[in-house]
Nanobody
């Protein structure tokens, strides 16, 4: 599967953005999907993940209550709805696919993800 992320941009604090990640190929529904972000000069960190079926979801504490991950297996798409954005959310956001060994689970360790999109920049001004 190949991933293409989009939807980033420059917004003000308190605004919303919706990131999208479209996957090519027929096996999208067999992957858990995640969003990660990377701040300048820092390690990439987990943001949110959704299981193959969409029934299991996990969020980083820093985004709980503000971000929502969802997936549409019929459209090979995963979204990250980001509300109440803060300047500290400024980062490059990546979508990624986790083969999950066939289980309907979510995993937060980026080492589990073997397919990555190209990243989309999100900048939040104060």
């Amino acid at each position: 599967v190949q991933l293409q992320a989009s939807g980033g941009g420059l917004v003000q604090a308190g605004d919303s953005l919706r990131l999208s990640c479209v996957a090519s190929g027929r096996t999208f529904s067999t992957y858990g999907m995640g969003w990660f972000r990377q701040f300048p000069g820092k390690e990439r960190e987990f943001v949110a993940a959704v299981s193959r079926s969409g029934r299991r979801i996990s969020y980083a504490d820093s985004v709980k209550g503000r971000f929502t991950i969802s997936r549409d297996n019929a459209k090979n798409t995963v979204h990250l709805q980001m509300n109440s954005l803060k300047p500290e959310d400024t980062a490059v956001y990546y979508c990624a696919a986790d083969p999950t060994s066939g289980w309907d689970i979510v995993r937060i360790a980026q080492e589990r993800y073997d397919k990555w999109g190209q990243g989309t920049q999100v900048t939040v001004s104060s």
